[in-house]
């Protein structure tokens, strides 16, 4: 392992295990063609294995102090970023990409879902994302209604494509050691699965659904919206308005949205 100042802000856990390195460039399915947005390069383990499978490797680390460790790697097809990339704006990150690419990631918990969203709801060429996040993260991106775990990131996430935990990761596998257990969500691009739907607003209509997660729908939706319990009843029904959004999967929750709007 390097010599380095690991920076808990930054949520920084490093991994060397060269089979588990393999194992989820095999999981996001990059091949020779692809190229590559890895997000959080660390000390570059994951980045060479990366650079040798990938077409193109572009990524973007937020800790400056890695940048002679990471150059030094003298990686032929992989251009460093030094910088934020919450604070980088998408069509900046994008322009490095002709066509489609593929992100890989390694992201700590606090940053998960903004990264997530910033490109699910705004980038034309993500093709997949394949991210290791803790265990728990993973299960709310995957799970289905009636789950304890589902809510927002699980509907958007099923909204946009087809996830599926490709593999748990052991915090042991990590240095240094974390203090919980993650998995591998790799996550299918759907571009056009709702094509008539718009995504903004159907965001902001779960964000309101699951505002008060114990309250009932039509508790959220009148407080979020303003609609009067009368306007509601027509448009809905009583049965429906009495539930919790948690009671309905996505396709029903998509019904729901478009008599209303």
């Known amino acids: 392992m390097i010599n380095h100042n690991f920076k808990k802000k930054y949520g920084q856990n490093f991994i060397t295990d060269i089979n588990l390195l393999n194992a989820i460039v095999k999981d996001a ?3 020779a063609n692809d190229d590559v947005l890895e997000i959080g390069a660390g000390a570059g383990t ?3 294995v990366l650079s040798n499978t990938a077409k193109k490797v572009v990524s973007y680390e937020i800790d400056s102090d890695l940048q002679n460790t990471l150059l030094s790697l003298d990686l032929q097809n992989t251009r460093f970023v030094f910088k934020d990339i919450m604070k980088e704006p998408l069509e900046k990150i994008e322009e490095d990409f002709v066509g489609e690419y593929k992100m890989v990631a390694n992201l700590p918990y606090y940053i998960t879902t903004p990264i997530i969203f910033k490109f699910l709801n705004n980038s034309k060429k993500l093709d997949s994302l394949t991210i290791m996040v803790q265990k728990e993260v993973a299960q709310r991106m995957i799970a289905k209604s009636g789950d304890d775990d589902y809510g927002v990131l699980s509907i958007m996430i ?7 935990i490709t ?5 042991k596998m990590f240095y240094p050691q974390p ?3 993650s998995a591998i969500v790799h996550l299918q691009i759907e571009r056009n699965k709702y094509p008539d739907i ?3 607003k159907f965001y902001k209509f779960i964000q309101i659904c699951f505002s008060m997660r114990r309250k009932t729908l039509k508790n959220n939706l009148s407080h979020g919206y303003g609609f009067s319990s009368n306007i509601l009843e027509e448009k809905l029904g009583k049965e429906i308005l009495e539930k ?5 999967d996505i396709d029903q929750l998509l019904k729901i949205f478009k008599k209303l709007f």
């Not at 593999?167 to 915090?171: A, D, L």
């Open 158 to 164: 099923e909204f946009y494509g087809q996830a599926s």
């Open 167 to 171: 593999r748990i990761v052991s915090r």
């Open 198 to 200: 718009d995504k903004d």
């Open 29 to 31: 399915q990059i091949n």
């Open 179 to 181: 203090n919980v257990d």
């Open 244 to 248: 919790r959004a948690e009671n309905f």
């Open 46 to 48: 994951l980045t060479e």
